[in-house]
């Protein structure tokens, strides 16, 4: 037991992630990692130019129109919304460690154990598949998490048995809309 200890704790002050984990709790019970990654944070695009000018005249156009009609609190709203679009566009997420095992989700530092998950159901978001794990709290809602490498039906075999597989998820009002003005308003040409 103090060997699989000691070997645990070299492994951790290596930088290495452990392949199984022992509980002091229950001396029958291994947590068996099933599967692990590293991948964005979030689904990132490298935008072009074209991108940030013509977001910066649709700001500057609504910011106008408020200050016709002395909505100074609005403006100041509008202003945050394109500065934070701005900053995730410019600034590239760093790579987060997940973890799939007997016990639940690894996200980084967040543990979330089986019980606490609902279901799960996968999305392309900017060409990146994504997974999305619904919780039963209030709070976080949801778990987002960019696949990167790791195929989808890897992943979906793995976590059918431990939470109920949604195939199609109803998207809702602020997803269609985002999706119908992405389509009929781009703000930068499709990639050749």
Known sequence: MSANLSETSQKASLGEEPEEYFS????????????????????????????????????????????????????????????????????????????????????????FIWDEL??????????VDVLHIRTKAYFPGELTIVLGDMPVNQVKTVLIPFLPYREYVEPAFMDKAGDWLEKNFPLERPAA
């Open 118 to 127: 609902y279901d799960f159901y996968f999305m392309k978001r900017q060409g």
């Open 24 to 111: 002091p709790h229950d001396g029958q019970h291994d947590v068996t990692t099933f599967l692990s990654w590293h991948a964005p944070g979030r689904p990132y695009k490298k935008r072009t130019k074209e991108y940030y000018i013509n977001s910066f005249l649709i700001t500057i156009a609504i910011e106008i129109i408020l200050f016709l009609f002395s909505q100074y609190l609005l403006m100041l709203v509008v202003f945050s919304l394109a500065f934070l679009t701005f900053a995730l566009a410019v600034v590239p997420p760093h790579m987060f460690f997940y973890r799939i095992s007997s016990e639940g989700v690894r996200v980084e530092d967040h543990y």
